[in-house]
């Protein structure tokens, strides 16, 4: 027996066990690899990865060590008698051997992998493994098994509303914030709309970034019903909430290793989805040479895909292909995108005409899942309840009942990246505007980003500004610096225009 | 400017970097996930991965702790004043999503990818996803320019010797240990055989775990040398030398995720050998139902394969193609090997005669090398070396010379499997022996393994042993009971034999 001892550390998202080289229960010496142990002595056993300590004033021979998250799980107190065992691999590490060599996975075999990962019996290194693997195909089925496991035990209910409605973007358009705007819209009119979102994956800001800029966006379930039910409408970070926690672990290991296939995208965004109660969902499939769906086709089997997956899983959905061939809006990056929004919001004259109208046309086809609206009016409604300032005053109630936020400044390291000739804007690569943003800190930093001062089709002079990069730390300015001079990711054509 | 502390922590192949959440020099409240940071202060900059630890006794504000693997990197004493910068994704893991998406990477893209996971700069989880996307598939261009990167800048010179000889086998067969028998028989002759290997993947024993048994196997460059100039042979564990450092980075995670991918493991092997100064080296290829290889076609194309790649690098490769349908010798684990291989150099009338035929054959092969020796004579020579008692001599003097170790005893907790009718042994499942030998601890504890009493062929009665599981914990040899009762590995035909 060991005593328990916590270890104070964040290791994002992985379980750690560390035990004293000379420990009493468990012989060390031999370890020659990463090994999974479970951990006994509360509700469940609780599994982690063995780290080897030399010094006793961090564990001592007689104790185990564990980590923030090991600890959480294990809801045991410091001196706790708690018993050590090597844990067996799961055997559904197996499937992974099997999907590497290119066989169809049953839905059995996805179930277990998501619950060995939901037990955290997945190293880190597992979970990319099954990612890489299971990226390179995956059936119509397969995708259905995966989504149906990822949904996991703890759903939501909401007992009183025959329909509950959600707004997803498939991504890959920088500064799409549309369903800050839409959720204001769908809320003013009265379609209960939880919103939930997650932190950028790979992007420069998730809607959950964004609105955190101006409002706490963890909230736990009872305070998200109550929200929906005052307000009709909130916007949660979906990590705050006790659902689809197998996702979590998933989504922590793409972020690291940058990868995210888009049938694992799929699963994700309608697993979440399906875990929050939502019955209705407009699901927004941007498709642009550098947006993340490169083709009609692409984007064609996709909607396909998840039609056949909602149809299985009672999920209806309205999947809608739109035009991701640039940027929309002008801000990238959490406090600029949240200046868009508010400036639509706020009927301004200088608010980016392009995210509002997506906004409106989006909004508009969810307020036709309410079958007392008639048929094409979707887009009209959504423009008067903007146009009213009734859009605002939700969005403000909003803010107010989730707890405004300390809004963050702008990040104050700037460049601007002018045109070398004058011409008219051709193209924008959202990739390359993406991964600038990134570099500028923009993942980490909600002041950090890039102001396009310039879309397509926009006429500029020699030496004119095309877009401003804020930068809140100068590691992160050098980064976008050093990368923004080789391309900056505007093609001007200086044949003059349309 | 952060203060170095060293963090007593083995954390398997990973640099950890641990700064406390108040962190003077970094802000770290917004990091969201497992972030790569650089090291500044040292020779070079050293890379890790950021832990947040909320413990001021653990790390202060003012301090920036390493494990053990960061703190040797680094190489300064603790006090010294580093800084810490973010650092960007190397811009090899591109290549990683193209060999993803399916494409063939060039040799310079394989170089990077290598260099950054020499330099730390891969997380687990990254070198984990470029196992899986480049096992998919991999043209004979793209092994071989991973094995010239695998190679590295440091390799072992022999500049007094013109041949330098060396036996692998490519695995997937218990008990196979002919490496130590052919040594001590090569170097009696004189030709001169540093061998390396390494400890155990994926089997219950690597060459270096069954030659720890015997002796010391943790030689440095210098130390190798010496030895194979006195006694013309030697078996080091590869880990301890300074040679092919990225393949031991990658091999640390291939061991934890449990995939061995045939490509990946060719390169691996003759970078390794190229690394180590080899010139002429006999490649063992088992092949069998349950082996790694499991078809001749299969063997051929790795024989074709590794050939290229030798006539490309300047090795000398005899492959051979080998019976790998059941297990070889008896012992099955470190100690139990190595028994087989002391009754064989012994002479003793017990010995495994599938291990001793084997031995004298590639050990013949090899010894053919030799332009001084006449075709076909190989075989002959190598059996007058190990009956005349020649062999046992010099592998008691590459014992002395190495050092001679406290011989583990073979694990107490025992359990005979028995066959439960009378009929003929007709055949034994490698890899399910395999798989029960790992669970009882083989591959960590060189005292657990499995004792085969009979083989392929052999007659057996009802309720006699077919094998004996040793193990020397309870949970190992619980994990191994519970899996035998399942399926022994041993198929009995009641038929009566040939």
Not at 61 to 77: D, S, T
Not at 105 to 115: D, H, K, P, Q
Not at 303 to 324: H, N, P, Q, W
Request: net charge negative; charged share 20%; aromatic share 6%.
């Amino acid at each position: 027996m060991l005593n328990l001892k916590h270890i104070a550390i964040n290791s994002f998202n992985e379980n750690l066990a560390y035990v004293h080289k000379d420990c009493d229960a468990y012989k060390v010496d031999d370890i020659k690899t990463l090994t999974k142990v479970e951990i006994h002595g509360g509700v469940k056993p609780v599994y982690a990865f063995l780290q080897v300590v030399d010094d006793a004033r961090l564990v001592k021979p007689n104790e185990l060590g564990l980590n923030n998250e090991a600890f959480e799980q294990i809801n045991l107190p410091e001196g706790a008698n708690i018993s050590l065992t090597l844990s067996p691999p799961p055997p559904s590490l197996a499937s992974i051997k099997r999907k590497i060599a290119g066989n169809i996975l049953s839905a059995g075999e996805y179930a277990s992998i998501v619950n060995d990962i939901a037990a955290r019996r997945y190293s880190n290194m597992d979970i990319a493994s099954f990612l890489v693997a299971s990226g390179s195909f995956m059936t119509a089925s397969e995708v259905l098994a995966l989504t149906e496991a990822l949904i996991g035990e703890e759903t939501i209910r909401w007992d009183n509303e025959s329909i509950v409605v959600d707004h997803h973007c498939f991504g890959g358009v920088p500064g799409n914030k549309t369903d800050l705007i839409i959720t204001a819209i769908v809320a003013a009119y009265g379609l209960p709309m939880p919103k939930t979102s997650s932190k950028s994956l790979t992007s420069c800001a998730g809607v959950a970034d964004t609105m955190s800029v101006l409002a706490n966006v963890d909230l736990d379930e009872d305070r998200l019903k109550a929200l929906v039910k005052e307000n009709r409408g909130a916007i949660a970070c979906y990590n705050s909430l006790p659902i689809a926690q197998a996702n979590k672990i998933i989504s922590s290991v793409e972020r690291h290793i940058g990868i995210t296939q888009q049938q694992h995208l799929a699963a994700s965004i309608l697993a979440i989805k399906l875990a929050a109660g939502v019955t209705h969902l407009v699901l927004d499939i941007p498709v642009g040479p550098s947006s993340r769906i490169k083709s009609t086709n692409e984007a064609m089997r996709l909607r396909k895909l998840v039609e056949y997956i909602g149809d299985m899983l009672s999920l209806e959905i309205d999947a809608v292909i739109t035009d991701g061939s640039e940027p929309i809006g002008n801000g990238i990056g959490a406090v600029l995108e949240a200046r868009d929004v508010m400036k639509i919001l706020r009927n301004k004259p200088d608010a980016p005409q392009d995210l509002l109208e997506k906004s409106l046309f989006l909004a508009g086809r969810l307020l036709e899942f309410d079958p007392k609206l008639r048929g094409g009016q979707g887009y009209h409604v959504a423009k008067e309840i903007l146009q009213s300032g009734r859009a605002l005053e939700t969005m403000n109630k909003i803010i107010h009942a989730q707890g405004k936020a300390p809004q963050p400044r702008l990040g104050h390291l700037t460049r601007d990246i002018v045109a070398t000739t004058a011409g008219v804007v051709e193209s924008i690569d959202n990739a390359r505007i993406n991964k600038i943003g990134v570099l500028a800190g923009a993942s980490q930093y909600p002041g950090a980003g890039l102001d396009l001062l310039k879309k397509v089709g926009d006429r500029v002079e020699q030496g004119e500004t095309l877009y401003r990069i804020h930068a809140v730390n100068s590691t992160d300015f050098a980064f976008a610096n050093s990368v923004v001079d080789g391309y900056t990711g505007y093609e001007i054509s200086s044949k003059g225009g349309y």
